[in-house]
Antibody, heavy 115, light 106 residues
Framework: QVQLKQSGPGLVQPSQSLSITCTVS????????VHWVRQSPGKGLEWLGV???????DYNAAFISRLSISKDNSKSQVFFKMNSLQADDTAIYYC?????????WGQGTTLTVSS | ENVLTQSPAIMSASLGEKVTMSCRAS?????MYWYQQKSDASPKLWIY???NLAPGVPARFSGSGSGNSYSLTISSMEGEDAATYYC?????????FGAGTKLELK
């Protein structure tokens, strides 16, 4: 079955970076895109960006200067990196599969930005 | 960006009651998508292409709308339907979500 499993740190200090790996199974990254979305009480669900099946990326303009998404198709892994984190980046970060629309979500990575 | 406004923000319904929630877009969209989220869980695709139910979604749910105005309806409220429902569009970038309608059981 389709699964997206996320791994990454739960606590990061201000100004540091966040790296999350989304390991997928049940489908191929050469056929599906993967989005990154975060959720916080204050801002709700925010779309961060997507890496398409062909490897191209689209980013939310609000995050483009500090966001990078890449992947390794052979390992079925998608890599998310966000730099210069501040307290208001505290949120749950999700990866999610896109066929023609977002249909499956990872379990989420709860991130706290604090010293 | 295309702002999605959901109403009401919070609502409660009794078992068997009909429920309707709204999602209005600041710019016209081709399709609307709906997700259900329960506490401490990831969102689940609920309705796609405005009116198609995702696999496993009960037939008491329906979606409709066009242009700027969309809605999700439950014909007869069940206890398991208590959750937060989010609408989402990707007709234009950035992809955006509504703030959600929290549906509670009365």
């Amino acid at each position: 079955q389709v699964q997206l499993k996320q791994s990454g740190p739960g606590l990061v200090q201000p100004s540091q970076s966040l790296s999350i790996t989304c390991t997928v199974s049940g489908f191929s990254l050469t056929s599906y895109g993967v989005h990154w979305v975060r959720q916080s009480p204050g801002k709700g669900l925010e779309w961060l960006g997507v890496i398409w099946s062909g490897g191209s990326t689209d980013y939310n303009a609000a995050f483009i200067s500090r966001l990078s998404i890449s992947k390794d198709n052979s390992k079925s892994q998608v890599f998310f990196k966000m730099n210069s984190l501040q307290a208001d980046d505290t949120a749950i970060y999700y990866c999610a599969r896109n066929g023609y629309y977002i249909d499956y979500w990872g379990q989420g990575t709860t991130l706290t930005v604090s010293s | 960006e295309n702002v999605l406004t959901q109403s009401p923000a919070i609502m409660s319904a009794s078992l068997g009651e009909k429920v309707t929630m709204s999602c209005r877009a600041s710019s016209s969209v081709n399709y609307m998508y709906w997700y259900q989220q329960k506490s401490d869980a990831s969102p689940k695709l609920w309705i796609y292409y405005t009116s198609n139910l995702a696999p496993g979604v009960p037939a008491r749910f329906s979606g409709s709308g066009s242009g700027n105005s969309y809605s999700l309806t439950i014909s007869s409220m069940e206890g398991e339907d208590a959750a937060t429902y989010y609408c989402q569009q990707f007709t234009s970038s950035p992809l955006t979500f509504g703030a959600g309608t929290k549906l509670e059981l009365k």
